[in-house]
């Protein structure tokens, strides 16, 4: 599959257990953030979004943490799972009103032991 | 609904070459950007097209464009390929692209390869 980074920070998790991804982001001008999960070989899929309003979102089995003092991201995910091996990028938009462009953070492994 | 396809999956160029790539859309969305995806800077964002028109543009080289058509549809040009274009090249998708409950839906990416 395809390789989207050979030196991500990796984070391992033992299956059952609780992850925590974090994310610095660069803007404090960004309004509205997502994380994205990319598997080996495939594109980036969205996975949960939070605007500057808010500073908890909750989704299935994720949750996503908004400091905006510090300007930092983290996604929780709730008894990680094999499926969730994967790359994980939080994006910020630069563009608060009009159309949308996003910027990513360089992405974290997540690597899931059985 | 068919999701976002890009085109060719693998290409392996020569420096100095030049290269176009596709994307389809999923249908109904009008708005297609591209991101550039390498190891040492991530993704970054080149362009962004809606209604055959360029309507955001990252920091990329002029050699780096991009074209929309009338089914929105979209290719992205890469000339005077160098070794450092090297990289995953993917195309997102969405309704509109102007709104921040608008997602992006990725395609699985075209392997960019300059020898």
């Known amino acids: 599959g395809e390789s989207v980074g050979l030196h991500l920070p990796t984070l391992s998790v033992q299956e059952g257990d609780n992850s925590i991804i974090n994310c610095a982001y660069s803007n404090s001008a960004s309004d509205y953030f997502i994380w994205y999960k990319q598997e080996s070989g495939k594109g980036p899929q969205f996975i949960i979004d939070i605007r500057s309003n808010m500073d908890k979102r909750q989704g299935q089995r994720v949750t996503v943490l908004l400091n905006k003092t510090v300007k930092h991201l983290s996604l929780q995910i709730a008894a990680t799972q094999p499926g969730d091996s994967a790359v994980y990028f939080c994006?910020?938009?630069?563009?608060?009103?009009?159309?949308?462009?996003?910027?990513f953070g360089t992405g974290t492994r997540l690597k899931v032991l059985a | 609904k068919a999701g976002v396809t890009q085109t060719p999956r693998y290409l392996i160029k020569t420096r100095g070459q030049q290269v176009t790539l596709s994307c389809s859309p999923i249908?109904?969305?009008?708005?297609v950007s591209w991101y550039q995806q390498t190891p040492g800077q991530g993704l970054q964002f080149l362009f962004e097209?809606?209604?055959?028109?360029?309507?955001n543009k990252g920091n990329f080289p002029g050699r780096f464009s991009g074209r929309q058509f009338s089914n929105s549809r979209s290719e992205m040009n890469v000339s005077t390929l160098e070794l450092g274009d090297s990289a995953l090249y993917l195309c997102a998708s969405s309704l509109e692209g102007a709104s921040e409950t608008d997602t992006q839906y990725f395609g699985p990416g075209t392997r960019l390869t300059v020898l």
């Open positions: 994006a910020e938009n630069l563009t608060p009103s009009g159309t949308y462009k996003y910027i």
């Open positions: 097209y809606f209604s055959e028109t360029q309507r």
């Open positions: 249908s109904g969305h009008r708005s």
